[in-house]
């Protein structure tokens, strides 16, 4: 399972609604503003979604976590996250600017 693969089974579980999104780079609402709504990193909660990149270009790394615990005042947050094929998903503390402003959304699609 890669980082897509894992929000997309959190939509499936928690939601009941499979999405059809494919990579990182389009789970946010540039891409898909009838499911997702763009959020300010101010106010992130558990839940929702970070990401690194906007967009699936070849040979750019992307990457999409879950947000576990809102930013602290230093800019760290704690995100659950997959971190390729053949390992297992786990909780990280990250640098907030890892991931691109403009590319944390929040989940307003079936299921609500």
Request: glycine share 12%; with cysteine; hydrophobic share 35%.
């Amino acid at each position: 399972m890669e980082c897509s693969a894992l929000t997309a089974a959190a939509v499936y579980n928690g939601f009941d609604y499979k999405p059809k999104i494919g990579c990182s780079g389009n789970w946010g609402e540039r891409r898909h503003p009838e499911l997702f709504k763009e959020i300010p990193a101010s106010e992130l909660r558990p839940g929702d979604f970070v990401s690194a990149t906007f967009g699936c270009d070849v040979g750019v790394t992307s990457h999409i976590a879950i947000v576990a615990a809102p930013p602290d005042a230093n800019g760290n947050i704690i995100v659950y996250q997959q971190s390729g094929h053949g390992k297992t998903s786990h909780f990280a503390k990250s640098k907030l600017s890892r991931f691109k402003d403009g590319n944390h959304s929040r989940w307003i699609g079936p299921g609500l």
